[in-house]
């Protein structure tokens, strides 16, 4: 659990970095710290293992405020990522990996075994790998290596400084779903630095919205979207948030509200599988030439079919 | 006959045979001189290098002092440590050319680790203190490793600098190569003179050689191949 109290920041004489900031990151939560580039995100993140120091305030780490804690222990025991990985160019991927067990003393067959979980978390071969440099990597599979690289000591938190910011987009859809997945399995408690409204709406449990260093909402997506606190974050998440909202809601969801309309013996030429967001189930309807889709479970059967007027009757339900 | 004239390519092999044993001791005496002034030079440039990183007012002034002790003439440089030493009764010799030379290895040396360390990536710099390094761990596993290439430069700047201004050391008794070079001019041997010359020249070239070498196997494949 990471803690803010009354955070402020000054650069200089009277520059307010971080203005009075108070919130609190639940144990497994994912906070995403959003909001245009100056906004103080990246400086709130620094705070919480010291790179930065805090003018005013304090910040607890389990209950511990920061301050009373030795600065080089406490980043052993917190993840980090950085946007361009920050990878050790003179190190093969191994010791990268294993860089902070190293520091903490393990013995070789801890270290062992904990590379070769690692590399397998991410989908690379331990043994492929090993003796092998970051700049014969691609920026993704650098990028999983940072990742992996924080997770090495198995810190109970992790923070991410736009860590997928670098890469393009299709490869950075892929390793945002795989570290969502390595997140379902270890439930760290991570704060999430990001300037895309999209990334915080599918990375995160919370939103943490800034603004010239002051916390504009800190919410869920879903209440961000829905329940915008004044025009900033209006303006920020966009005209578009309804749709936007869409790809937090899946058909699942959607079934708990409403039934899907029944298929007799009517063929649709599109089908969808249940567990699909709402926001590609309307793109499908969209391109369909029935205006329609048929939902399928996860046995490939045809459970129903969706349309463009229950999703609007969701999506006014929800906002009620 | 007037040895000035008339020399020829034989003449210099022909001193080279002769004086095998002569020319062997002579270049012992410049290794031992210019090794041992590398050595103490690398010892004080390497870590005051990385110091002045921390303390940008110092950085200026140390550079600009190691900058002029450069532009001092090097026989100059050499004459004014007589005097110096004297007062320790240590005004010829070894003493002040050792001295002397390491004065000389200061400005590369210095220059080099000092920009070598202060360009490392900062990301990399960053990601080092953030995954919970100390300072010495983040010098010795990351920011010297990564920066080997650019500080070998100055070092082996220094090495061959200072085995061509260790023939002056010749001049104020501490023997060397420079002795060839010395006693050929005052007693008119031309051949003794390009000996001496040739003599420093493959000294030079192979320390270069060597520490080239050196410089390959320590630094790592990730960094010499980016």
Known sequence: MIEYNEVTKVFGKDVRAVDNVSFKVESGDIVVLLGPSGCGKTTLLRMVNRLESITEGNILVNNQRIADLNEIELRREIGYVIQSNGLFPNMTIEQNVTIVPNLLGWDK???EERYQYLMNLVGMDPDDYRKRYPHELSGGQQQRIGVIRALAADPPAMLMDEPFGALDPIIREKVQDEFLAIQRELHKTVLFVSHDINEAIKMGDKIALLRDGKLMQYDTPANILQNPANDFVAQFVGQDRTIKSLSIHYIEDLMKHKQLNETTDQKFSKQVPVNMNLRDALGNILESDEKEVAVT???????GSIDFSLISQYVSELSQ | MNRN?????????????DNMDF????????????????IVAILIGVPLGIYL??????????????SVIMTIPSIALFGLMIPIFSLINQGIGFVPAF????????LPIIRNTYTAINNVNPEIRDAAMGIGMSTAQRLLKVEIPNTLPVIMAGIRTAVVLNIGIGVIAAFIGAGGLGILIA?????????????GAIAISILGISADLIL????????????SAQ
């Not at chain 2, 004239?5 to 045979?17: C, K, L, N, P, S």
């Not at chain 2, 020319?23 to 590398?38: P, S, W």
């Not at chain 2, 080239?212 to 960094?223: A, E, M, N, P």
Request: hydrophobic share 40%; proline share 0%; net charge negative.
């Open chain 2, 183 to 195: 006693q050929g001019i005052t007693r008119g041997h031309t051949d003794m003179v390009i000996a």
């Open chain 2, 23 to 38: 020319i062997l001791e002579l270049t012992v005496q410049h290794i031992n001189l210019v090794g041992l002034a590398i």
């Open chain 2, 99 to 106: 001295v002397a030379l390491v004065l000389y290895s200061q």
């Open chain 2, 5 to 17: 004239e008339g020399y020829t390519i034989t003449d210099v092999y022909e001193y080279f045979q």
């Open chain 1, 109 to 111: 067959e801890k270290k």
């Open chain 2, 53 to 66: 990183t921390t303390n940008e007012s110092l950085a200026g002034t140390v550079l600009n002092v190691a």
């Open chain 1, 297 to 303: 479970d996860e046995n490939q059967k045809v459970i």
């Open chain 2, 212 to 223: 080239r070498l050196l410089q390959r196997i320590f630094t790592s494949k990730g960094v």
